[in-house]
Protein backbone atom coordinates (compact mmCIF):
# COMPACT_ATOMS: atom_id res chain seq x y z
CA UNK A 1 0.00 0.00 0.00
CA UNK A 2 1.00 3.70 -0.72
CA UNK A 3 2.64 5.74 2.50
CA UNK A 4 0.02 8.54 1.48
CA UNK A 5 -2.62 5.92 2.29
CA UNK A 6 -0.67 4.22 5.38
CA UNK A 7 -0.82 7.91 6.36
CA UNK A 8 -4.21 8.90 5.42
CA UNK A 9 -5.10 5.89 7.52
CA UNK A 10 -3.04 6.41 10.74
CA UNK A 11 -4.73 9.72 11.18
CA UNK A 12 -8.15 8.26 10.66
CA UNK A 13 -7.14 5.95 13.56
CA UNK A 14 -5.82 8.72 15.72
CA UNK A 15 -8.85 11.07 15.45
CA UNK A 16 -11.52 8.08 15.49
CA UNK A 17 -9.81 7.40 18.81
CA UNK A 18 -9.65 9.93 19.89
CA UNK A 19 -13.92 11.38 19.62
CA UNK A 20 -14.35 7.84 21.00
CA UNK A 21 -12.15 8.47 24.53
CA UNK A 22 -14.06 12.20 24.23
CA UNK A 23 -17.57 10.21 23.88
CA UNK A 24 -16.85 8.31 26.79
CA UNK A 25 -15.13 11.07 29.22
CA UNK A 26 -18.09 13.88 27.95
CA UNK A 27 -21.13 11.24 28.60
CA UNK A 28 -19.45 10.21 31.93
CA UNK A 29 -19.35 13.83 33.02
CA UNK A 30 -23.01 13.80 32.05
CA UNK A 31 -23.98 11.43 33.54
CA UNK A 32 -22.40 12.80 36.79
CA UNK A 33 -23.69 15.80 36.54
CA UNK A 34 -27.28 14.44 35.85
CA UNK A 35 -26.77 12.37 39.14
CA UNK A 36 -26.35 15.86 40.74
CA UNK A 37 -28.75 17.35 39.36
CA UNK A 38 -31.38 14.34 40.08
CA UNK A 39 -30.09 14.75 44.21
CA UNK A 40 -30.38 18.25 43.93
CA UNK A 41 -34.58 17.78 42.76
CA UNK A 42 -34.24 15.14 45.39
CA UNK A 43 -35.23 12.26 42.63
CA UNK A 44 -35.34 8.57 45.19
CA UNK A 45 -31.49 7.16 45.34
CA UNK A 46 -32.47 3.93 43.49
CA UNK A 47 -33.70 6.09 40.73
CA UNK A 48 -30.87 8.14 40.11
CA UNK A 49 -27.90 4.74 41.16
CA UNK A 50 -30.18 3.31 37.76
CA UNK A 51 -30.44 6.42 35.43
CA UNK A 52 -26.66 7.30 35.74
CA UNK A 53 -25.42 3.71 35.46
CA UNK A 54 -27.68 3.59 31.82
CA UNK A 55 -26.11 6.85 30.91
CA UNK A 56 -22.63 5.86 31.99
CA UNK A 57 -22.79 1.97 30.08
CA UNK A 58 -24.37 4.15 26.42
CA UNK A 59 -21.44 5.91 26.53
CA UNK A 60 -19.17 3.43 27.10
CA UNK A 61 -21.08 1.04 24.57
CA UNK A 62 -20.51 4.17 22.13
CA UNK A 63 -17.46 4.84 22.93
CA UNK A 64 -16.10 1.22 22.00
CA UNK A 65 -17.95 1.22 18.64
CA UNK A 66 -15.40 3.45 17.83
CA UNK A 67 -12.57 1.76 19.23
CA UNK A 68 -13.53 -1.05 16.99
CA UNK A 69 -13.76 1.25 14.09
CA UNK A 70 -10.45 2.50 14.88
CA UNK A 71 -8.92 -0.68 15.04
CA UNK A 72 -10.33 -2.33 11.93
CA UNK A 73 -8.98 0.96 10.09
CA UNK A 74 -5.39 0.36 11.42
CA UNK A 75 -5.22 -3.20 10.99
CA UNK A 76 -6.61 -2.94 7.56
CA UNK A 77 -4.68 0.07 5.99
CA UNK A 78 -1.79 0.52 8.22
CA UNK A 79 -0.50 -2.88 9.28
CA UNK A 80 -1.52 -5.68 6.72
CA UNK A 81 -0.02 -9.00 7.78
CA UNK A 82 -1.38 -12.12 9.47
CA UNK A 83 -0.02 -10.89 12.82
CA UNK A 84 -2.31 -7.62 12.92
CA UNK A 85 -5.21 -9.46 11.44
CA UNK A 86 -5.01 -12.30 14.34
CA UNK A 87 -4.70 -9.63 17.04
CA UNK A 88 -7.85 -7.77 15.32
CA UNK A 89 -9.51 -10.78 15.57
CA UNK A 90 -8.89 -11.17 19.68
CA UNK A 91 -9.34 -7.47 20.32
CA UNK A 92 -13.25 -7.71 18.19
CA UNK A 93 -13.62 -10.99 20.53
CA UNK A 94 -13.36 -8.97 23.55
CA UNK A 95 -15.00 -5.92 22.59
CA UNK A 96 -18.13 -8.14 21.35
CA UNK A 97 -18.13 -9.61 24.51
CA UNK A 98 -17.84 -6.61 26.57
CA UNK A 99 -20.73 -4.94 24.47
CA UNK A 100 -22.74 -8.23 25.26
CA UNK A 101 -22.55 -8.01 28.56
CA UNK A 102 -22.70 -4.49 28.94
CA UNK A 103 -26.19 -4.76 26.89
CA UNK A 104 -27.20 -7.62 29.20
CA UNK A 105 -26.20 -5.09 32.67
CA UNK A 106 -28.23 -2.20 31.05
CA UNK A 107 -31.11 -3.69 29.72
CA UNK A 108 -31.49 -7.01 31.16
CA UNK A 109 -31.96 -9.19 28.46
CA UNK A 110 -29.70 -10.57 25.22
CA UNK A 111 -29.91 -7.98 22.15
CA UNK A 112 -31.89 -10.68 20.00
CA UNK A 113 -34.55 -10.85 22.41
CA UNK A 114 -37.40 -8.42 22.14
CA UNK A 115 -39.08 -6.17 24.82
CA UNK A 116 -42.27 -7.57 26.87
Request: with cysteine.
Amino acid sequence: MSESVKRIGEWCTVIIEAVGVGLIAVLAFYALAFAIFQLYRRVETERIFRDTRQRLGRGILLGLEFFVAADVIHSVVVEVNFETVGVLAIIMLIRTFLSFSLEVELNGRWPWQHRE
